[in-house]
């Protein structure tokens, strides 16, 4: 794959040129009398995916800035209904879409084509004073997150630790990762206990646990590498009796990061993707994912999923002429 940004320099690459040229991007007239509005293209979705297309964004506004590139984070939930609504072009989304959004989206009319743009760790931490909770099991997780759950202190999950209050942390109910971390722990997506501090920003959650002793809370991998030092990232056995396994690059690409490393996606309308302003972004954002990825403290895609996501491209151009 041909790389073509760099650090916070991107460039433009002959083939990059001819694509855009070939979907009748570029140019246009000055601010003034007459002018016609950028050409503009809307991003929104997860808050974890966010960091890969805030990336993409800002590298593409060096290489095309006749082009306005919009990218929120309503949630994956949030994303997908602006979606359904014909809000927006690009969905982040840190789950695969849901069967009754599948379904919504072709009744409408609105199909999509999805890509692969990295894999993440949903990463449990705590505080980095927090030094018994060594690690824990799927079971001690629900047990902790459930609905009606019985858990209230530190002792009611291992009578070795401290009888002191949990405060837990979580993102909200529009967000993938709360949907993929109660299916895959609780057991059902979207259920869990009440009395948890929920936030629709990543960061907000990471300032809880980074001042609470008593913290603990989930959310993306990027956002714990970003504020390692103020955060400890809690090993996750898949069950009672196997090791636990911290997230990190290596884990959750082998997917030995169980069960809480999935990959991360973009959903892009097919109907959008034939105005050249989409097919340019799009084309960038993929033909840069490795680096981007990185950008965002996540797990690049896999070779095979790089083909995959250039063929899956090749028949959207293809669809366009």
């Not at 980074?210 to 390692?228: I, Q, R, S, T, V």
Request: charged content about 20%; glycine content about 10%.
């Amino acid at each position: 794959m041909n790389t073509l940004w760099t650090g916070r320099r991107p460039l433009l690459t002959a083939a990059a040129c001819a694509t855009l040229i070939a979907w009748g991007c570029g140019g246009g007239k000055g601010a003034g009398e007459g002018a016609k509005p950028s050409p503009l293209v809307v991003v929104d979705g997860s808050s974890t995916v966010l960091r890969i297309s805030e990336a993409a964004q800002e590298a593409f506004k060096a290489v095309e800035p006749t082009v306005r590139v919009v990218v929120d984070n309503h949630g994956t939930g949030g994303g997908f209904g602006r979606y359904l609504q014909g809000e927006v072009d690009i969905v982040d989304a840190s789950r695969p879409a849901k069967p009754d959004e599948e379904t919504k989206a072709e009744a409408q009319g609105i199909a999509w084509t999805r890509f692969i743009v990295g894999h993440d760790g949903i990463t449990m931490v705590a505080h980095p004073s927090n030094a018994f909770a060594k690690s824990l099991s799927v079971e001690q997780l629900k047990k902790i997150w459930e609905p009606g759950s019985a858990v209230k202190n530190w002792k009611d999950v291992d009578a070795s630790w401290p009888d002191r209050k949990i405060v837990l942390y979580s993102p909200d109910h529009d967000s993938g990762t709360f949907e993929y971390f109660t299916e895959a722990i609780v057991g059902k997506a979207g259920k869990q206990r009440d009395d948890v501090q929920a936030s629709s920003d990543d960061n907000t959650l990471v300032s809880g646990v980074a001042g609470d002793p008593d913290g603990l809370g989930y959310f993306g991998y990027a956002y714990f590498e970003a504020n390692k030092d103020k955060l400890r990232a809690i090993p996750v056995a898949p069950t009672g009796g196997a090791a636990a396994v911290a997230p990190g690059p290596e884990t959750i690409l082998a997917q030995s990061y169980k069960p809480l490393a999935r990959p991360l996606f973009i959903y892009v309308k097919k109907s959008a993707a034939r105005r050249p302003e989409v097919a340019a972004f799009l084309k960038f954002y993929l033909d840069n994912i490795v680096t981007l990825a990185k950008e965002g403290g996540y797990v690049p895609p896999s070779e095979a999923e790089i083909a995959q996501n250039a063929a899956a491209f090749a028949g959207l151009a293809a669809g366009a002429k």
